[in-house]
């Protein structure tokens, strides 16, 4: 067993995958991926790690970030039923440290590159301004990071199930639709995975029109294919509705420093994204559409933004909304 060196355990925990890496003397190994539904437990999926990769080392300490609220340590996923919980008794480990997943993704903005974005319009970022990160993927989850000269802050949330509003007839058509489902329609219900679903189904009802029954990803390739003009439909809304909602979370951050989408949807829809509406619906917000229109907008493109937020916490202290990381 190797006790001269530190390794800490690295880990993005969402609804659908997870992905761990280990984090040894500042250097992060390869990222594995796992699917949730493999495993019952979030425990065996650690297991499943640190059996295969973790053999020959000691790992102390564990560091995740959770698509979900986090509560004393506490964490059940809100789109999965694993419980992410008394890590410390199961695995011996000396620490552990649990996170909502955009509050690390937060992180990572100061430290991405410009080849790591792809811009969707707006002006220049304003120096030192809050930078707000939103993101569909399972969920919808949103963050915000604050620069500051002797520690920044970041604002976690769960904006992502704040009402979702309507701004033109065919939306209200949309979300009256879906109010009789869910009752209350949030943002993730229409700006998600499961929120393009609903959108199609939405779109298919309200039009009149036949089409096959789809999940997110199908929708998507008939939608890009241009063999489906309801799930062309569906896709355009939900460019729409993300455009809508992302400058709601500019104006309520300040965010002049930048508006970042992530998750594991944008990015495979950067050039879709960027000929939508989506910016237009960003700077349509009445007397403050110059405020919106000077604000960068950008889609995050590097494959693993959440370790490098995850890093940063590792290698130094940093403030954080609920007090101070050590």
């Given at each position: 067993?190797?006790?001269?060196?530190?390794?800490?355990?690295?880990?993005?925990?969402?609804?659908?995958?997870?992905?761990?890496?280990?984090?040894?003397?500042?250097?992060?190994?390869?990222?594995?991926?796992?699917?949730?539904?493999?495993?019952?437990?979030?425990?065996?999926?650690?297991?499943?790690?640190?059996?295969?990769?973790?053999?020959?080392?000691?790992?102390?300490?564990?560091?995740?970030?959770?698509?979900?609220?986090?509560?004393?340590?506490?964490c059940?996923?809100?789109?999965?039923?694993?419980?992410?919980?008394?890590l410390?008794?199961?695995?011996?480990?000396?620490?552990?440290?649990i996170?909502?997943d955009?509050?690390?993704?937060?992180?990572?903005?100061?430290?991405?590159?410009?080849?790591?974005?792809?811009?969707?319009?707006?002006?220049?970022?304003?120096?030192?301004?809050?930078?707000?990160?939103?993101?569909?993927?399972?969920?919808?989850?949103?963050?915000?990071?604050?620069p500051?000269?002797?520690?920044?802050?970041?604002?976690?949330?769960?904006?992502?199930?704040?009402?979702?509003?309507?701004?033109s007839e065919?939306?209200?058509?949309?979300?009256?639709?879906?109010?009789?489902?869910?009752?209350?329609?949030?943002?993730e219900?229409?700006?998600?995975?499961?929120?393009?679903?609903?959108?199609?189904?939405?779109?298919?009802?309200?039009?009149?029109?036949?089409?096959?029954?789809?999940?997110?990803?199908?929708?998507?390739?008939?939608?890009?294919d241009?063999?489906?003009?309801?799930?062309?439909?569906?896709?355009?809304?939900?460019?729409?509705?993300?455009?809508?909602?992302?400058?709601?979370v500019?104006?309520?951050?300040?965010?002049?420093?930048?508006?970042?989408?992530?998750?594991?949807?944008a990015?495979?829809?950067?050039?879709?994204?960027?000929?939508?509406?989506?910016?237009?619906?960003?700077?349509?917000?009445?007397?403050?559409?110059?405020?919106?229109?000077?604000?960068?907008?950008?889609?995050?493109?590097?494959?693993?933004?959440?370790?490098?937020?995850?890093r940063?916490?590792?290698?130094?202290?940093?403030?954080?909304?609920?007090?101070?990381?050590?």
């Open positions: 067993m190797d006790f001269s060196h530190e390794h800490r355990l690295l880990g993005d925990i969402g609804a659908t995958n997870v992905r761990f890496a280990l984090l040894s003397n500042g250097v992060l190994g390869p990222i594995k991926w796992f699917t949730v539904a493999e495993f019952p437990r979030f425990t065996d999926a650690v297991n499943a790690f640190l059996d295969y990769h973790c053999r020959q080392v000691s790992v102390r300490e564990a560091l995740l970030a959770v698509a979900g609220p986090v509560n004393n340590d506490r059940v996923l809100t789109n999965s039923a694993w419980a992410i919980d008394e410390c008794a199961a695995f011996s480990f000396a620490k552990v440290h996170l909502n955009f509050e690390a993704t937060a992180l990572s903005l100061p430290l991405l590159a410009a080849s790591d974005l792809y811009p969707v319009g707006g002006g220049e970022a304003a120096l030192g301004a809050p930078m707000a990160v939103l993101g569909p993927g399972t969920g919808l989850g949103v963050a915000c990071f604050v500051g000269s002797q520690a920044s802050i970041v604002i976690a949330s769960e904006g992502g199930h704040a009402t979702m509003a309507a701004t065919r939306e209200d058509a949309i979300i009256d639709y879906l109010r009789r489902e869910f009752s209350h329609v949030s943002a219900r229409v700006i998600s995975g499961s929120g393009l679903e609903n959108l199609y189904r939405a779109v298919i009802t309200i039009d009149g029109n036949e089409a096959p029954k789809r999940n997110a990803a199908e929708i998507t390739n008939a939608a890009l241009g063999t489906c003009p309801t799930a062309r439909a569906a896709l355009d809304l939900f460019c729409t509705m993300l455009g809508t909602f992302a400058g709601n500019a104006l309520m951050f300040g965010a002049r420093g930048g508006v970042f989408i992530a998750g594991g949807i990015p495979r829809l950067t050039e879709y994204i960027a000929r939508s509406e989506f910016r237009a619906r960003f700077e349509h917000k009445g007397r403050f559409r110059q405020y919106l229109a000077s604000i960068p907008s950008s889609i995050i493109v590097h494959p693993a933004a959440t370790f490098l937020g995850l940063s916490i590792a290698e130094r202290p940093i403030a954080v909304a609920m007090g101070k990381l050590t």
